[in-house]
C-alpha cells in the first residue's frame, strides 16, 4: 500500500478484521449461495452482529459511529472475497442510512436507525421500467389523503428488497411539477399493499436479491415523508452521488480478489517445466493489472475522503465509479485467462469473479450517465 492509500491505525485495523471475517464466514459459502441465488441468513445476521450494517449510525442508536470511509473500506473488503455480500452492506450504509442522516427528522432516525443497526434490511426503491438512467421520469404515484398520502406504482432492479423490511420509496406528488413533484418515504414491509414481486435470476452478483417491489394503495402517515414533498430529486442525486462510491469499493475490492486469487494459481499451475509466473508475459500481465488496481483505489479512497471531509465530491465519485468499473472488468477477464481452461469452470472462483464485473457499468448509474456528470462537472 503506497502512502497516499495508508489508512489510519484503527481503519487498517478495522480492514484487517473485515477481511478476516470475509475470508474465515463468506468465503466457504460463496458457490452455494451463487448458485442458490440466495443470500444465507445467518451470514446476514452476522453482518449486523459485528455493526457492518450500521456504519456511520451514532453509538445512541446502535450503530458503530464510524466514518464514511471505513463504510468504503468494508464494501471492498468484502467484496474481494463475495461482491454480492459487498453490495448488500453498501446498499445499507451508502443509500438507506445516508438517507435517514442527512433529511431524516429526529423522530424517524430515533424510530429507524435502531432497526437498521440491529436487524432490520433496508433497499433504495428508485427504478422503474421507464426511468431507469433517466430516473426522474418514475411514475410511482403518491396521492395526498387526510393525514398521509396513498403510494401506487412499481419499483424494478431493487437491490436487498427480498431481505429488506424498510423501504426509502420515491413517487411523484404532482405530475404537473414534473420532477419537482417527486417526495421520499420511508415504507414499512407491514404496510398493507406492499409487497414483493419477481426475483431477478442474474447473470452475476446472484445471491444479492434483485426484486420488484410492488405497491398498491399503500399508506404512509405524512411524517414518514422524508424531507420536504416535491425535494425528493435531490435526495436521489446526493444519495445516488455517495452510492457511486460505495460501487467503486465493491468493484475495486472485486477486482483486486480476482487478482489475488490469479497470482495464486499462477503460482501453481506449470508449463513447459516451470511455473506460470516465471513467464515474463505473466508478470507483466500481473504487474499491469495491479498498477490498474491501484489507480483505482486511490480514485476511490480520494472521493470517500473528500466525502467525509464536506467537501465537493461529486465528479470524483462519478470518476472513481467509471474507472473502477472498467478495472474490475478487466482484471476480472485477464485473471480468468491465467487459470487456463480451469478458468472457464466453477472450480475456481475465476468465473465468478467475471459474471460479477459486469454489473459495475451499469447500476447507481451507467457509465455513459458517469461520463455525462464528469463532461458537465469539467466545466
Known amino acids: ?54 456504519i456511520e449510525i451514532p453509538a445512541k442508536y446502535g450503530g458503530a459511529e464510524g466514518s464514511f470511509f471505513m463504510a468504503i473500506l468494508a464494501v471492498e473488503a468484502l467484496s474481494k472475497i463475495d461482491p454480492s455480500a459487498g453490495v ?11 438517507v435517514l442522516k442527512h433529511w431524516g427528522t429526529d423522530a424517524q432516525q430515533q424510530r429507524y436507525y435502531p432497526m437498521l443497526a440491529k436487524d432490520t434490511v433496508g433497499c433504495y426503491c428508485l427504478t422503474e421500467e ?42 411523484n406528488t404532482d405530475f404537473s411539477q414534473g420532477y419537482r413533484g417527486i417526495t421520499s418515504f420511508i415504507v414499512e414491509r407491514s404496510n398493507d399493499g406492499l409487497r414483493i414481486g419477481k426475483k431477478e435470476s442474474k447473470l452475476g452478483i446472484r445471491s444479492s436479491s434483485t426484486c420488484e417491489v410492488i405497491l398498491e394503495d399503500v399508506k404512509v402517515p405524512a411524517t414518514n415523508v422524508v424531507g420536504q414533498v416535491g425535494k425528493g430529486y435531490k435526495i436521489a442525486i446526493n444519495t445516488l452521488n455517495e452510492g457511486r462510491i460505495g460501487i467503486a469499493a465493491q468493484m475495486l475490492g472485486l477486482a483486486a480478489g480476482a487478482l489475488a486469487g490469479a497470482m495464486a494459481y499462477s503460482d501453481e499451475r506449470q508449463q513447459f517445466g516451470k511455473t506460470i509466473s516465471s513467464f515474463q508475459a505473466v508478470q507483466f500481465k500481473i504487474a499491469e493489472l495491479a498498477t490498474a488496481i491501484e489507480a483505482a483505489r486511490l480514485m476511490t479512497y480520494n472521493a470517500a475522503r473528500l466525502r467525509d471531509q464536506d467537501l465537493p465530491f461529486t465528479k470524483e465519485a462519478a470518476m472513481a465509479k467509471l474507472f473502477a468499473s472498467q478495472v474490475a ?23 465468478k469473479y467475471y459474471r460479477d464485473a459486469k454489473i459495475g457499468k451499469i447500476y447507481e448509474g451507467t457509465s455513459n450517465m458517469q461520463l455525462a456528470a464528469i463532461y458537465k462537472l469539467l466545466k
Open 130 to 171: 421507464s426511468s431507469g438512467s433517466d430516473a426522474f421520469a418514475l411514475q410511482c404515484k403518491a396521492t395526498a389523503i387526510g393525514d398521509g398520502y396513498l403510494l401506487n406504482g412499481k419499483k424494478l432492479f431493487i437491490t436487498n428488497a427480498n431481505e429488506a423490511n424498510i423501504f426509502i420509496v420515491f413517487a
Open 329 to 351: 472488468e478487466k482484471v476480472a477477464s485477464q485473471a480468468l485467462e491465467l487459470y487456463g481452461g480451469y478458468g472457464f469452470t466453477k472450480e475456481f472462483p475465476a468465473e
Open 1 to 54: 500500500m503506497t502512502a497516499l492509500t495508508a489508512l489510519s491505525e484503527d481503519e487498517l485495523i478495522f480492514q484487517r478484521e473485515i477481511e478476516t471475517f470475509a475470508r474465515q464466514r463468506i468465503a466457504p459459502l460463496v458457490m452455494a449461495m451463487d448458485a442458490e441465488e440466495l443470500f444465507d441468513r445467518d451470514l446476514l445476521a452476522e453482518f449486523f452482529s459485528i455493526g457492518l450494517m450500521g
Open 88 to 98: 448488500i452492506v453498501d446498499v445499507q450504509n451508502t443509500l438507506v442510512n445516508n
